[in-house]
C-alpha cells in the first residue's frame, strides 16, 4: 500500500467520487422496489447520496437469480483454480480502486481516513486473496473402510447464501463473508448496514468487472425489514450469515425456525477483557495494546477491550501510561491522516455511548473522546456493550479473581492476557471463556486463524481461515459398494 496523501488530497478525491445510488442485481445496477433514503457522512450529516433500497419483491428477484445462477453451475461447478484466478483479478481490480474506496468508506462511515488506507482496505485485499488461494488447496476425504468399499466425504457448496453486513468495517467484514463463500461456489445476496451500503455496491461492480456471473454476487442495500428480514424468512435461501448486534442475531434464529431451517451463522457482541497479572512485563508495552484494543475505530467494534481487569500491584503505574498514551489519539476529521478518532456512525449511536457517559465526558456533534472509568464489576460499563471510546477499569486483587471476573459476562467473543508467566499465560488463555485469546498482545490472531465467540458472541460457525470454507458448505459422504452383486465378491 503506497504512502498515505495529505488531508488536501483526500478532499480532493472526496469531490471527484462518484458514488452508487442502486442496488447491484443480476449483473448491474438497477432501482430498487422500496424507499429512497440517504447515506449521510457522519461527520457533517449532510447526504452522500440518495440511494434507491430495496424490499421483499427485490429479493424474491435476486434470490430468483441467485438460485439460476447456482443451479447452471457457471460458478458452483467451476474448477477451484478457475474461481481462483477470478477472484484473483477482483483483488487486482480492488487494488487499483483502492484509494477510491478508502475514502468512499471514511466517508460512508467516519472511520478515519488512516485507518481505511492502512488497514480496511489491505485487509480485504489479502481475505479475499487467501481465500482464493486455498479453494484449490482444500483436499476432500476418505474414510477407513473395509476392503469391500470406497467411502467418499466431499464438501459441496450449500447454495444461496444471504450475507448481513454490519457498519463498522464495511470493506472487512464484507470479505470475511464473500471471500470463503464465492470461493466454495456459492452464490451469495449481500445487505449492507443501510448507513454504510456505498463500498459494498462497489465492489460488486468491481466482482462483475472480473469474471463473477450474473447472479453470483448481488447487493441489495435497504433496512433490516425491508431486506434483512426477507432474506433471513426466505424459503429457497440456504444460508445467513450474519455480523451485528446479538439482539439482531437472534432474530434471524428465529427466522430461520419460522421458515426452511436454513443454516445460520452469527458473529455478534462482546464485552472483552484484558487481564493484567501482577507480575506483567513492560507496562509501556502493555498499555499501548490496551489503548489500541479499546480506542481503535472509536471502541465500536465487537472485539474491542472494553474491559481492563488488572490487579492492584501494578494498576496505578499502568494507568499512567495509559492516560499518557492516550494523549497521543487525535480527534477530529478523518481525512485528516493525523487522526485515530473519527465520528461516531449517526446521531442515534451517539446517543446511546453518551447515555453511559458522565455529563463532562459528552463531548459534541459525533465526536466522542476517549473516556476511561473506573468501576466495580456488575457496573452497567462493566457489563453492557456500549461499542464507544469507553474503557471501564476494574481493580482485582488476585489473579483468581480476575480470571473470574472476566469471565462474569453473557459474551465471550476475545480476551487478551498479560503476563510474564508461560504456564499462567496458558491456563488463563484455557480458563477464560472467549472464541479468541490473545497473550501479552491485543489481536484476533490473523486471516488464518478462525474468529467467532461463546456464549451470546457467536453461533453456528467461525470467520476466516479453513473453518470458514467449511461453513459455507455441505458435508456428503458418498459410499461406493465394491461387491460384485452377481457373484458376492469382491469386484476387480
Known amino acids: 500500500m503506497s504512502d498515505l496523501l495529505t488531508q488536501a488530497e483526500y478532499q480532493a478525491i472526496a469531490a471527484d467520487l462518484d458514488f452508487p445510488r442502486t442496488a447491484f442485481i443480476d449483473g448491474k445496477y438497477r432501482a430498487g422496489s422500496g424507499d429512497v433514503f440517504a447515506t449521510v457522512n457522519p461527520v457533517t450529516g449532510d447526504p452522500l447520496a440518495e440511494i434507491s433500497g430495496c424490499n421483499a419483491d427485490d429479493v424474491d428477484f435476486a434470490v430468483s437469480k441467485a438460485r439460476e445462477a447456482f443451479e447452471q453451475g457457471h460458478w458452483s461447478k467451476m474448477h477451484p483454480s478457475d474461481r481462483k484466478d477470478v477472484l484473483i483479478k477482483l483483488c487486482k481490480l480492488i487494488t487499483r480502486n483502492r484509494r477510491e474506496l478508502a475514502v468512499m468508506e471514511s466517508l460512508d462511515s ?21 481465500h482464493a488461494e486455498a479453494v484449490d488447496k482444500i483436499y476432500d476425504q476418505t474414510s477407513p473402510t473395509g476392503d469391500d468399499a470406497i467411502s467418499m466425504i466431499v464438501r459441496e457448496p450449500i447454495g444461496v447464501v444471504g450475507a448481513v453486513l454490519p457498519w463498522n468495517f464495511p470493506l472487512m467484514m464484507l470479505a470475511w463473508k464473500i471471500g470463503p463463500a464465492l470461493a466454495a461456489g456459492c ?40 431486506v434483512g ?42 464485552k472483552n477483557p484484558a487481564v493484567v497479572f501482577d507480575d506483567a512485563e513492560n507496562l509501556d508495552h502493555v498499555a499501548q495494546h490496551v489503548v489500541n484494543a479499546a480506542f481503535w475505530n472509536a471502541g465500536q467494534n465487537c472485539s474491542a477491550t472494553s474491559r481492563l481487569i488488572v490487579h492492584k500491584a501494578v494498576k496505578a503505574p499502568l494507568m499512567e501510561k495509559i492516560e499518557a498514551r492516550l494523549r497521543d489519539w487525535k480527534v477530529g476529521d478523518p481525512l485528516d491522516p493525523n487522526t485515530h478518532i473519527g465520528a461516531l456512525i449517526d446521531a442515534e449511536h451517539c446517543k446511546k455511548v453518551r447515555s453511559f457517559l458522565d455529563k463532562n465526558d459528552q463531548g459534541e456533534g459525533p465526536f466522542v473522546a476517549p473516556v476511561i472509568y473506573h468501576v466495580k464489576a456488575g457496573d452497567a460499563k462493566a457489563s453492557d456493550e456500549i461499542f464507544g471510546p469507553v474503557l471501564s477499569v476494574i481493580e ?22 498479560f503476563t510474564a508467566n508461560t504456564r499462567r499465560a496458558i491456563r488463563a488463555a484455557r480458563d477464560i471463556r472467549a472464541g479468541t485469546v490473545t497473550v501479552n498482545c491485543y489481536g484476533e490472531g490473523d486471516i488464518a486463524t478462525p474468529f467467532g465467540g461463546y456464549k451470546q458472541s457467536g453461533f453456528g460457525g467461525r470467520d476466516n481461515g479453513v473453518h470458514a470454507h467449511d461453513q459455507f458448505t455441505e458435508l456428503k459422504t458418498i459410499w461406493i459398494d465394491l461387491i460384485d452383486p452377481q457373484s458376492g465378491d469382491n469386484i476387480g
Open 110 to 130: 467516519g472511520k478515519p481516513i488512516l485507518d481505511c488506507e492502512t488497514i480496511d482496505v489491505p485487509e480485504t485485499i489479502h481475505c479475499i486473496k487467501w
Open 187 to 226: 452464490s451469495v445476496i449481500v445487505k449492507p448496514a443501510e448507513q454504510t451500503s456505498l463500498t459494498a455496491l462497489r465492489v460488486a461492480e468491481l466482482a462483475h468487472e472480473a469474471g463473477i456471473p450474473r447472479g453470483v454476487l448481488q447487493v441489495l442495500p435497504g433496512d433490516g425489514p425491508c
Open 229 to 270: 428480514a426477507p432474506l433471513g424468512l426466505h424459503m429457497d435461501v440456504d444460508m445467513v450469515s450474519f455480523t451485528g448486534s446479538t439482539e439482531t442475531g437472534k432474530r434471524f434464529l428465529r427466522y430461520a425456525a419460522d421458515s426452511n431451517l436454513k443454516k445460520i451463522v452469527l458473529e455478534c457482541g462482546g
Open 396 to 417: 482485582v486483587a488476585s489473579n483468581d479473581e480476575a480470571i473470574a471476573v472476566a469471565n462474569d459476562t453473557d459474551y465471550g467473543l476475545a480476551a487478551s492476557v
